[in-house]
Nanobody
């Protein structure tokens, strides 16, 4: 059975750090990119960061640039998101998803496979 499992979320104060991890099981990622997406009560899943599976290209939202780092371990089928200098506006449910790299927009367009997400809450 195919699973994507996100972990590493939690509650931190502004300025804190979290590292999110996404592990794919029962599934060999053949997509050419993976991404992290954030969902809030006000907004459906928006892209936060993405990476091609060869690691050659990355995408960061404007709010994530300079603070977040995405990485992918091909051998372990594991996607990570290092989140530094967290802000209250980073609060949300974070999901990972494999997808297709959009070379025009330089972003990872998610497919239909999603995990259950991991909650990140940043207090001021």
């Amino acid at each position: 059975q195919v699973h994507l499992v996100e972990s590493g979320g939690g509650s931190v104060q502004a300025g804190g750090t979290l590292t999110l991890t996404c592990v794919a099981s029962g599934y060999t990622i053949t997509n050419n990119c993976l991404g992290w997406f954030r969902q809030t009560p006000e907004k459906w899943r928006e892209g936060v960061a993405g990476i091609t599976t060869d690691g050659g290209l990355t995408y960061y939202s404007d709010s994530a640039k300079g603070r977040f780092t995405i990485s992918y371990d091909n051998a372990e089928n594991t996607l990570n998101l290092q989140m530094n200098a967290l802000k209250p506006e980073d609060t949300g449910m974070y999901y990972c998803a494999p997808g297709l790299w959009d070379y025009e927009l330089s972003t990872c367009r998610p497919g239909v496979l999603w995990g259950r997400g991991t909650q990140v809450t940043v207090s001021s």
